[in-house]
T-cell receptor, first 110, second 112 residues
Framework: EDQVTQSPEALRLQEGESSSLNCSYT??????LFWYRQDPGKGPEFLFT???AGEEKEKERLKATLTKKESFLHITAPKPEDSATYLC???????????FGGGTRVLVKP | EAGVAQSPRYKIIEKRQSVAFWCNPI?????LYWYQQILGQGPKLLIQ????????DSQLPKDRFSAERLKGVDSTLKIQPAKLEDSAVYLC??????????FGPGTRLTVT
């Protein structure tokens, strides 16, 4: 069974203080690793898909990287509007579904 | 492009009552998903449709939950009877491919 663990559960940052979120996974045959952003009262918003180890993708202050066992979401010089819950999910070869981690709640204070 | 639409946005019911949620996916998306998200947790897949056929319902509590997708477009998820532990946000998502999913705003259900 596919498993995803995210850490830390919560992260408080000062504006401009860069940090990284971790997503550890076990999956039989990775078809894709996904990062989503979720604001309170809203559905998850798609950010990135990573398909193979060594792959990196960037969007504004966010950069996602992937190894064979984990993915990192780096937030560079965050702003208060980056405050949200960041969800990681994997799609494995055995099942035909996304398995989500519990998320990391990020709060960026001005 | 319009996103995934869901209604109602909020629902409060008493235990043992029934409730139904509606989802309209993004036009042209063949795959539709229903997820349950309990507060502080990631979404958990309940059921997946490909057009109007069920692909995966292994985590759907079939004694009380049911879902259908009419004509391969809109979908409804029903709970009957509801239990306290069903309190959660119910998310609908649709996908143009096997992997990339786009989520609606969700329906927040409170069972008292």
């Amino acid at each position: 069974e596919d498993q995803v663990t995210q850490s830390p559960e919560a992260l408080r940052l000062q504006e401009g203080e860069s940090s990284s979120l971790n997503c550890s996974y076990t999956v039989s045959g990775l078809r894709g690793l996904f990062w989503y952003r979720q604001d309170p009262g809203k559905g998850p918003e798609f950010l990135f898909t990573l398909y193979s180890a060594g792959e990196e993708k960037e969007k504004e202050r966010l950069k996602a990287t992937l190894t064979k066992k984990e993915s990192f979401l780096h937030i560079t010089a965050p702003k208060p509007e980056d405050s949200a819950t960041y969800l990681c999910a994997v799609h494995g070869a055995a099942g035909n579904k996304l398995t989500f981690g519990g998320g990391t709640r990020v709060l960026v204070k001005p | 492009e319009a996103g995934v639409a869901q209604s109602p946005r909020y629902k409060i019911i008493e235990k043992r009552q029934s409730v139904a949620f509606w989802c309209n996916p993004i036009s042209g998306h063949a795959t539709l998903y229903w997820y349950q998200q309990i507060l502080g947790q990631g979404p958990k897949l309940l059921i997946q449709f490909q057009n109007n056929g069920v692909v995966d319902d292994s985590q759907l509590p079939k004694d009380r939950f049911s879902a259908e997708r009419l004509k391969g477009v809109d979908s409804t998820l029903k709970i009957q009877p509801a239990k306290l532990e069903d309190s959660a946000v119910y998310l609908c998502a649709s996908s143009p491919t096997r992997y990339e999913q786009y989520f609606g705003p969700g329906t927040r259900l409170t069972v008292t």
